[in-house]
């Protein structure tokens, strides 16, 4: 370790079990993961291959790595082998492969000297493994409706089992904890938060945004269905004055490729496509307004923008759909649902330029309170805590530990 002190908690050892590889665009399962290792070894677990793949693509050994051995020492990637891959039938094999590859990730953290183990679940797929290995403690993390559905449905058995069954429950929205925090008293809300650095210091116009006449109304994200395509396409029409810019990749949703090709045959309308964490914070800070305008139903009151945070370290003017986890913002975030109050509420914003050194030291103070080293050092103190009282002391109180992650881009 370079600095001898990282992890905070050498002999505690994490096994994470993740719903993509870690070179796949970051999630909020990154943001946590990697600072989760200033405190903890940590051993994010990739998806195994798929049976054809393994067969297809040949041998391959598995590979361990360490991608910041500077600044996260405690965090390494295990890809498991081609002959342990994802079987899904017979049952008694595809738990075999399963036991096994959890042994190995717990054989990562053997030899870095690990006596306690905790399991952290990221999708309700990997329930099996409460009953194929040994924790000392178990977390599910539940960071979306995993349903995808825009209509509200009963919670599968696998997830509510889940929820029944670990030692201790992280939620990240105000809808989820309505829906799912009544199933385990060891259930707390963590939300989503930002690199507050990264977005908060000032940076250069990017060069593609340059050329773009102001006012530029803008969204950075995924372009995916669960955005409220017809209230863009009402916009862009109705204020033709104005620069509506969308940056970020397409989501393969079918259903919304038609009405994103429409969208980019508005002169008014700029597409400029995907971008490295590092250069997607210069863009909200040359925004004039910042948008969130999802679609309003029940999938869309379980979410919690990543980009919510990230706006306001800008310190620029957002409008949003009112859904519920913004509805706990709207001192500093104007909610909008109509296309009239839509068109209202950015209208105000430019007429009133809204971006005073009160205004933006405001939107700022909220972002940094949800900085993710802030976040996770919360979720740090609450693992320690279950893992005993000797633990739960030695983070009291909680270290403020500062640094950055380095990724890809931060979905949703």
Known sequence: MSDGIFPLFPEVGVVALVPDHWNDHWQPRHQVLTRLARFFNVVWVNPAQKLQAAVLEGRHPARVWEPYPDLYPGFSVYDPEFWLPTIYRPRSLSDFAFRRRLRHADNLLAKRGVRKRVLYIWRPNFVRALDLAKFDISCYHVDDEYSFSAVELPIQEAEKRLLLSVTQVFVHSPGLMERKGQFNPNTEQIPNGVDFHAYAQVRAEPDDLAPIPRPRIGYTGWLKKHLDWPLLLHLSERHPDWSFVLVGPVSPHPEVLALIEKMKCRRNVYLLGDKSTEALASYPQHFDVCI??????????CIYPLKLHEYLAGGQPTVGTRIRSLENFAQVVALALTPDEWSAAICQVLRLGDN?????????VVARQHDWQILVGRI????????GEEYGERLEPAPQLGCSARGEFSAD
């Open 380 to 387: 740090a103190r609450t693992i320690a805590h279950r893992l």
């Open 356 to 364: 005073t050194s009160e205004k933006v030291r405001a939107r700022q």
């Open 292 to 301: 969130m305008p999802y679609a309003s139903n029940d999938y869309t009151q």
